[in-house]
């Protein structure tokens, strides 16, 4: 059995093409067996909502009269500065940027409760704001300050573009210190008091095709309310980890990097985030749809919680000090159960990610697909895969 | 006049170990009933008691508590989530000291029970989204 994008998008445009989330195909395979359900199936919906650091947007202005050239000079949105290295009205704010008079972790745990993923929210959310921003002059960008309000609606272009979201994969976080650590992964209690986990699991377009045979650049998605695109592969994509007999990767591997148009997004899944003591993010939601072209590919789209292992990590050394050990593997059932069991103790666990709102995803890319509302698009590369021979390379520093 | 009010006592790290409650007893003739009691994160002390005894013996517990450094709080429920802004993440369930969030096994939607809240504002923070507020 095979069948094409083509096939696949000609049965959507006739509001026939069938239509599951990754959670729903896990029964229907069960029930009727992979040959069967590949037949039927054209689309399969995954779904995830979490933290992800490396987002942010690209924000033309316009240009003030007379004119201002940010370039070389200092931005701030809201107080919070962004990147100003680019031509004279362009500028991207990064979903981690923290404003310059946040006292940050000098007051240990900083707050971080207002950052660049707060003011992206807020620009999706159609609130006005503040742009401050100092030139040095030029004779034809002769302004040296402007301080004015922006509004989404009203500027030339708002881009979202992450550079690396959609973790296919991630640690299980916990502490083995007798101190709290505040990290990315959340508050750790010492000795083992919580395990902090962060994948939608089963429901995660990248566990949904493992070997990246359908993702890839210029593939459709939802992202952040709206509709995105697949831009490249994301920044630390890494096909060459241990794997399990399912082909799913049992550590972080693949990444994507996404693009899309902010002024059509939803600030209900693009959320600004503070982690106390660690920093200030975005919560991005991103919804992959798989084609189901072949008996295989629906196999992948079966996989379920049981069936993905996730390392545990300790927080307290091994991370920070970049060791490579891992405590031991559990999986995304055992994780959602509320606890596991490291070195003899009962651990409970949290997630950071929200597995609810990955479903919702997963359910609205289906409604807009079986409305015949979103065509499937091909890929005009695929990701980098195993075959690729991609090294995942630390920071060797070299003396100067 | 005797009265008995529940009251939420914060313990910094260095008074964890020292014998308050038993001063309560002795020297303000006190009674107790522990309704729960935790260690927080930062090693903090967490008490949840209804305190009973004389008015006068009463407010001078109560003024040699906060003298001691222990922070008292009276226990109402006034921590809410803001339902519009909770992400479900989940984030907080190992955070609250009495599990008053709870995921629903099926959905992963998390719910909070506020009927279990002590209000010990451990939440607020640690919320990545910061979904639940003090309201007056």
């Known amino acids: ?86 031509a004279a009205v362009d500028l991207y704010i990064g979903a981690t940027a923290t404003p310059d008079d946040d006292p940050r972790n000098r007051d240990h745990p900083g707050d971080f409760r207002y950052g660049g993923g707060h003011v992206i929210e807020d620009l999706v959310a159609g609130k006005d704001v503040l742009l401050v921003a100092v030139a040095y002059g030029t004779d034809c960008y ?44 959340g508050l750790l209690k010492p ?28 593939t459709k998605i939802f992202l952040g309310g709206g509709v995105g695109y697949v831009a490249w592969h994301g920044t630390q ?30 600030s209900r899944w693009l959320v600004g985030t503070s982690f106390l003591g660690y920093g200030a ?36 050394k091994t991370y920070p000090e970049r060791e490579p050990d891992v405590l031991g593997e559990v999986t995304y059932a055992e994780l959602r159960s509320g606890h596991i069991k490291i070195l003899e103790k009962v651990v409970p666990t949290a997630s950071l990610s929200s597995y609810y709102k990955a479903s919702e995803i997963a359910a609205t890319l289906k409604e807009w697909i079986k409305r015949g509302e979103f065509l499937l698009t091909k890929p005009v590369a695929l990701l980098p895969g195993v075959e690729s021979g991609i090294v995942f390379k630390p920071l060797e520093e070299r003396s100067i | 006049m005797r009265i008995s009010k529940k009251i939420v006592l914060h313990f910094p790290p260095n008074l964890v170990d020292k014998p308050i409650i038993y001063r309560l007893v002795k020297d303000y003739d006190m009674e107790f009933n ?52 909770c992400t479900h993440c989940g984030a907080c369930v190992t955070i609250c000291p009495v599990n008053a969030f709870v995921v629903d096994p099926v959905t992963r939607r998390v719910d909070f029970v506020s009927d279990k809240c002590i209000a010990c504002d451990l939440c607020l923070r640690t919320c990545p989204v910061r979904a639940m507020e003090t309201r007056l």
């Not at chain 1, 922006?150 to 101190?179: G, H, M, P």
């Not at chain 1, 060459?240 to 997004?265: C, F, H, W, Y």
């Not at chain 2, 729960?36 to 005894?53: M, N």
């Not at chain 2, 009463?58 to 222990?70: C, H, M, N, S």
Request: charged share 25%; hydrophobic share 40%; aromatic share 6%.
């Open chain 1, 191 to 218: 000795r083992l008091g919580n395990a902090n986990f962060s994948s939608a699991g089963q429901l995660s377009p990248l566990l949904n095709d493992p070997y990246y045979k359908t993702i890839g650049i210029g």
């Open chain 2, 34 to 85: 522990v309704l729960r009691a935790s260690v927080t994160p930062k090693e903090e002390g967490l008490l949840v008691l209804e305190l009973t005894g004389e008015r006068k013996a009463y407010d001078g517990a109560i003024r040699f508590l906060k003298e001691t450094g222990v922070e008292v709080q009276p226990l109402v429920k006034d921590i809410a989530r803001q339902e519009e802004r």
């Open chain 1, 142 to 185: 002769p302004r040296k300050k402007i301080e004015t309000w922006i509004n989404i609606k009203i500027i030339n272009e708002a881009t979202l573009f992450n550079i690396r979201n959609a973790y296919q994969n991630y640690n299980v976080a916990v502490n083995l210190s007798d101190r709290t650590l505040y990290t990315y992964m």
């Open chain 1, 1 to 86: 059995m095979t069948k094409t994008i083509e096939e696949i998008n000609e049965r959507i445009a006739r509001g026939q093409a069938v239509v599951v989330t990754a959670e729903e195909v896990i029964g229907i395979v069960e029930k009727k067996g992979v040959a069967k359900a590949a037949k039927e199936i054209d689309v399969v919906t995954t779904g995830t909502f979490g933290p992800m650091c490396s987002s942010g947007a690209f924000l033309n202005v316009g240009h003030s009269k007379p004119r201002i050239k940010f370039g070389g000079g200092k931005l701030y949105l809201n107080d919070v500065p962004a990147y100003a290295g680019l």
């Open chain 1, 237 to 266: 994509h890494n096909p060459n980890v241990l794997r399990g007999e399912n082909g799913v990767p049992k550590r972080g591997a693949g990444t994507l990097s996404v693009i899309g148009d902010l002024k059509q997004m939803n």
């Open chain 1, 281 to 316: 993010t975005l919560t991005v939601g991103i919804g992959v749809p798989i084609p189901i072209l072949s008996e295989e590919i629906l196999r992948y789209t079966a996989v379920k919680d049981s069936d993905i292992f996730a390392p545990i990590v300790d927080y307290s």
